[in-house]
């Protein structure tokens, strides 16, 4: 008991002398501020799917949608059908006033299940800051087409990610 006694006069006589330090004339104190910003949280959503358009295929060949024009070529054993000639896939963006951002489109599209059908994305020019509280883009590609592809409609897909730097 005497211990205990002992032992909480030491920190009495501690804590005492502490804060006569705190008043010293020597001494100093100051107080120090914290701050957040809290930005308005980005969204991004398809506008339009990136669509290859009608094809026929004999031999192996490509179809490509150019990102800027959203023309359609192609090449090889692929043949062109007119009633739908494709067309870019397109994306929004939303997010804090005039921010900066970084886009970042994957370069494969994938997921034709066992077809053999293999493709990458094109995506220049991406935007980097929010015009206003948004931004669109758009993404082109180009697939490999398998030599005789059975008849069907095939869909793959490729990521977006848009992030605050």
């Given at each position: 008991?005497?211990?205990?006694?002992?032992?909480?006069?030491?920190?009495?006589?501690?804590?005492?002398?502490?804060?006569?330090?705190?008043?010293?004339?020597?001494?100093?104190?100051?107080?120090?501020?914290?701050?957040?910003?809290?930005?308005?949280?980005?969204?991004?959503e398809e506008s339009q799917s990136l669509d290859f358009g009608a094809i026929t295929s004999g031999d192996a060949g490509t179809v490509a949608i150019d990102q800027s024009s959203g023309a359609r070529k192609v090449s090889g054993g692929v043949g062109a059908i007119a009633v739908n000639a494709g067309?870019?896939?397109?994306?929004?963006?939303?997010?804090?006033?005039?921010?900066?951002?970084?886009?970042?489109?994957?370069?494969?599209?994938?997921?034709?299940?066992?077809?053999?059908?293999?493709?990458?994305?094109?995506?220049?020019?991406l935007p980097v800051t929010l015009k206003g509280t948004t931004a669109s883009?758009?993404?082109?590609?180009?697939?490999?087409?398998?030599?005789?592809?059975p008849a069907g409609v095939y869909t793959g897909e490729y990521t977006v990610a848009v992030n605050y730097p």
């Amino acid at each position: 008991m005497k211990n205990i006694l002992l032992a909480a006069s030491a920190l009495l006589a501690i804590a005492a002398a502490s804060s006569a330090f705190a008043d010293d004339v020597n001494g100093a104190s100051a107080t120090g501020t914290a701050g957040v910003t809290v930005f308005t949280p980005i969204t991004v959503e398809e506008s339009q799917s990136l669509d290859f358009g009608a094809i026929t295929s004999g031999d192996a060949g490509t179809v490509a949608i150019d990102q800027s024009s959203g023309a359609r070529k192609v090449s090889g054993g692929v043949g062109a059908i007119a009633v739908n000639a494709g067309r870019t896939g397109g994306f929004d963006v939303s997010g804090e006033k005039d921010a900066a951002i970084n886009v970042v489109v994957g370069a494969a599209i994938t997921g034709f299940k066992d077809t053999g059908i293999a493709g990458k994305t094109q995506a220049d020019n991406l935007p980097v800051t929010l015009k206003g509280t948004t931004a669109s883009f758009s993404v082109g590609g180009v697939l490999a087409i398998p030599a005789k592809t059975p008849a069907g409609v095939y869909t793959g897909e490729y990521t977006v990610a848009v992030n605050y730097p």
